[in-house]
């Protein structure tokens, strides 16, 4: 599919509009609306930082409890101090430590620069990647970015205010490289992944945003290889012009200035539902993004999505 935006005109910068540009400051002004509903809830789910991962007892390096001595524990982990209070031997537990790191994988491709309501679905996947991130931050996880489009991007977990304002500007410098670059077929998706899971660590989570147009022909293969070895999430962006479109001829224009008529005589790929369920079946957690719906429409599915982290 082809980017929805007008001829340039000396009067009026066609990448301006609100849902083509992509501002940085507008992305850190969503940090509100991630953080709703959040708290002591996605703490107390996990246990620790980030939600990303579940609580475990065992012989890790974090305090979890004190309880009394118990044959075959570890004298190392013998607590003095509640030996000393009960005149009984206890030993304190630990749980698992582990690094909480997600990588956001945005897909700035040409063709994710369409859009028929509100918002380009790249702007949209962007606005979506940006509330998750502000709640993995928030809750003291780490927040990396990929960018695929013209200009790839790629940036290591970070977190606090300080990462995500990283976040923020890299996605608004790589959608500007995208919408300016020349248009083109969308290139596979399959290296970025391996890009994306090269920033990663034992334990960290992948979270891709795309409509997946032309993924590539070994897309599927290597997707499933990947979650394989750690854990991915699809937010599968959709306009709803590809769900609703009528049978018929519709003209279009492109930033270069060439203008045409496109033909549409019916669905064309798979429905969002039949992807959903392709990702699924290859142990990916998935959900629908609809651009219309918007930034206050997308906080409560990202908090759904973050609860599966």
Known sequence: M??????????SDPFSPPGIALEASALMGLRHLARRGTGATTRGRSGLPGGLVTR????????????????????????????????TLHVRTHHEERDRAVVLLADFRPSMLFGT??????????????????????????????????????LPPRGAGRGM????????????????APL?????????????R??????????????LD????????RLAALAERISVSLILVSDAFERIAPPGLYPYATPDGRRGTARIS????PAPEDRLAACARLGLACLRLDTETGPEGFAPLMERLDAVL
Do not use: M
């Open 214 to 221: 032309s993924p590539g022909d070994d897309f599927s293969e």
């Open 117 to 154: 309501r509100r918002a380009l679905r790249s702007v949209a996947a962007a606005e979506a990647l940006v509330l998750l991130g502000w709640r993995i931050a928030g809750d003291g996880g780490r927040v990396g970015l990929c960018v695929a489009g013209a200009e790839p991007l790629a």
């Open 266 to 269: 019916g669905r064309a790929r």
């Open 165 to 180: 304002a990283a976040l923020c500007q890299g996605l608004a410098r790589g959608h500007a490289g995208a919408l300016a």
């Open 198 to 211: 090269a920033l990663l660590p034992a334990g960290g989570h992948l979270v891709l945003a795309s409509a």
């Open 184 to 196: 083109h077929d969308d290139p596979p998706l399959s290296p970025i992944l391996e890009q994306a």
């Open 56 to 87: 475990r007892r065992g012989r890790g390096t974090e305090p979890d409890d004190v309880r009394p001595w118990a044959e075959g524990d570890d004298v190392r982990h013998i607590d003095r101090n509640a030996t000393a209070r009960t005149g």
């Open 2 to 11: 082809l980017a929805t935006v007008a001829r340039p005109s000396p009067e």
